[in-house]
């Protein structure tokens, strides 16, 4: 390889290193210049005209103006929505005082409806106790009644019989009676008839 011009054989280690500290300086220029050029490209996009400042910084004070009037819009609703936050805070008071009360009653009411309820169950239980005891009774009644009948018929059938026995009775005290009357007669006559045998046989004699 041919040397350059005004190089030396015994000088090209320097000449490389050289050479290469003048290329990075030359990459570095080159990156410098890009940065450069990409700044002046960003300059050019943002690059505002003084119309459209003023322009700009117009719509800035609307905004601002805006903003202003909407932050006093907001304080006013602010203002509305702590003093509908305190009425509905002594609205929950309220309400909760109403509750308490309410659920006070309602516990009077239901301590009284099972007071209730327990002295209709007590009245209900001593109803079937007396219809329980009715029922007995009732049965008991019916039972007399059918002993009073079964009496009854056996009183009447005594009594029939005990007419059929006076009745017999006084076919057989009439019968007696006329039997006595007939020997009563047959022995007044036997007698009459020995008296007249004995005065005939005195006579005789």
Not at 11 to 37: K, M, N, T, W, Y
Not at 44 to 50: L, Y
Not at 137 to 142: G, T
Request: with cysteine; hydrophobic share 35%.
């Amino acid at each position: 390889m041919a040397t350059p011009l005004g190089w030396s054989q015994g000088g090209s280690g320097s000449v490389c290193l050289a050479f290469d500290q003048l290329r990075d300086v030359i990459e570095s220029q080159e990156e410098l210049i890009h940065q450069l050029r990409n700044v002046m490209v960003l300059q050019d996009e943002n690059f505002v005209s003084k119309e459209e400042f003023h322009e700009i910084e117009k719509k800035l004070v609307e905004e601002k103006a805006a903003h202003a009037k909407t932050k006093a819009l907001l304080a006013k609703e602010e203002e509305k929505l702590q003093f509908a936050l305190g009425e509905v805070e002594v609205l929950s008071k309220q309400l909760e005082k109403e509750k308490m009360a309410f659920e006070k009653a309602l516990s009077s009411v239901k301590s009284r409806v099972l007071q209730e309820s327990s002295k209709k169950d007590q009245l209900i239980t001593k109803c079937n106790e007396i219809e329980s005891h009715i029922i007995k009774q009732e049965d008991i009644l019916n039972g007399k009644e059918n002993e009073i009948k079964e009496l009854q018929q056996v009183i009447s059938q005594q009594k029939q019989n005990f007419r059929n026995h006076i009745s017999d009775f006084r076919i057989q005290k009439q019968q007696e009676t006329y039997m006595a009357q007939v020997l009563d007669q047959k022995r007044k006559k036997a007698t009459g008839t020995r008296r007249a045998r004995s005065c005939q046989c005195s006579r005789e004699k």
